[in-house]
């Protein structure tokens, strides 16, 4: 199992960038959405032990959730959720984003524990995907 390390800096303060993944209005609109999908859940319950779905409708693969359970919730450093893709995997792994303070807004750390090998080379470019949309969310 692999531990992947991703980073993206935000022209946006800590708060408002470790809050859209907590809304479900606007995590729907880039927590593991596709391009050519169409996010048809989007339900978070923003508490420690409080879970969230995501299921992304794509034209290749029909509906895909995405579910997992909140661990740590301490605003605005850090939020680290269990993560699974019942479809494709029954087991879980862990996701932590950690949010510092940058020049001119922040950094956001994600670190994705007990990545199985045969996911290994396409979760980092999973997380990029998201990470640049969550951008372009909170303009």
């Known amino acids: 199992m692999a531990e992947?390390?991703?980073?993206?800096?935000?022209?946006?303060p800590p708060e408002t960038v470790f809050d859209a993944w907590l809304d479900p209005k606007t995590a729907g609109r880039f927590a593991f959405a596709t391009p050519d999908g169409?996010?048809?859940?989007?339900?978070?319950?923003?508490?420690?032990?409080?879970?969230?779905?995501?299921?992304?409708?794509?034209?290749?693969?029909?509906?895909?959730a995405h579910v997992g359970?909140?661990?740590?919730?301490?605003?605005p450093r850090?939020?680290?959720?269990?993560?699974a893709v019942p479809q494709f995997d029954p087991g879980s792994t862990r996701v932590t984003l950690d949010f510092a303070a940058a020049a001119g807004g922040c950094e956001l750390t994600l670190t994705h524990e007990g990545v199985p090998p045969?996911?290994?080379?396409?979760t980092p470019k999973g997380w990029e995907m998201i990470l640049a949309a969550l951008e372009r969310v909170v303009l």
């Open 78 to 83: 850090r939020l680290v959720f269990t993560f």
């Open 69 to 75: 359970a909140y661990e740590v919730i301490d605003r």
């Open 4 to 12: 992947i390390v991703v980073r993206h800096r935000y022209a946006h």
């Open 38 to 64: 169409e996010m048809i859940v989007a339900e978070v319950d923003a508490r420690v032990g409080g879970r969230f779905t995501f299921t992304d409708r794509r034209p290749d693969m029909g509906a895909v």
């Open 118 to 122: 045969e996911y290994q080379d396409q």
